[in-house]
T-cell receptor
């Protein structure tokens, strides 16, 4: 069964450093998403991406964040200058259509900012 | 986004049915009712969704009230693997929406052997 994969599973970085979180969505999916979950809190939407551009983004997704689909298979989330409060699980998800189909989530990347 | 209300936690015994309620009194006519769950240390996982009629799939059943202001996710025989946080989410069904999911706190289901 196809699945969404994410790398790395755990990333440790120093405050102020740039990190890139990688995701490989399911191959025929067209919509891509990033969510995050701070330990013990709700899953929060960050950004959705369709047709090579951002469709929607939340207030959390400020200028420090960017997304890219560099080669037609990978989908990346970049945090330019990490802050302590960026420590969280980051989940990538993909779906075939935006509204009608379920989203398939990856296992997540745990980001720890020291 | 329309709001949903779920109990914080529920307990069940293994191999017994579980009924997880969700209230969504402000639902609009174009909102689909989606259920996801999150097992410990994993990403969310789709369970089921519906609009007006009751729905069944291999994982669960979804019973939707006639006025659509509430719904119930039914696990027919709970297993230990069903212990998770269950989220009831309303998704608007119109062309302008890209379908991002707005998660609440969900219901934490514990299953006792």
């Amino acid at each position: 069964e196809p699945e969404v994969t994410q790398t790395p599973s755990h990333q440790v970085t120093q405050m102020g450093q740039e990190v890139i979180l990688r995701c490989v969505p399911i191959s025929n999916h067209l919509y891509f998403y990033w969510y995050r979950q701070i330990l013990g809190q709700k899953v929060e939407f960050l950004v959705s991406f369709y047709n090579n551009e951002i469709s929607e983004k939340s207030e959390i997704f400020d200028d420090q964040f960017s997304v890219e689909r560099p080669d037609g298979s990978n989908f990346t989330l970049k945090i330019r200058s990490t802050k302590l409060e960026d420590s969280a699980m980051y989940f990538c998800a993909s779906s075939y259509s935006g509204t009608y189909n379920e989203q398939f989530f990856g296992p997540g990347t745990r980001l720890t900012v020291l | 986004d329309a709001k949903t209300t779920q109990p914080n936690s529920m307990e069940s015994n293994e191999e017994e049915p579980v009924h997880l309620p969700c209230n969504h009194s402000t639902i609009s006519g174009t909102d689909y009712i989606h259920w996801y769950r999150q097992l410990p240390s994993q990403g969310p996982e789709y369970v089921i969704h519906g609009l007006t009629s009751n729905v069944n799939n291999r994982m669960a059943s979804l019973a939707i009230a006639e006025d659509r202001k509430s719904s119930t996710l039914i696990l027919h025989r709970a297993t230990l693997r069903d212990a998770a946080v269950y989220y009831c989410i309303l998704r608007p069904n119109y062309g302008g929406s890209q379908g991002n999911l707005i998660f609440g706190k969900g219901t934490k289901l514990s299953v006792k052997p």
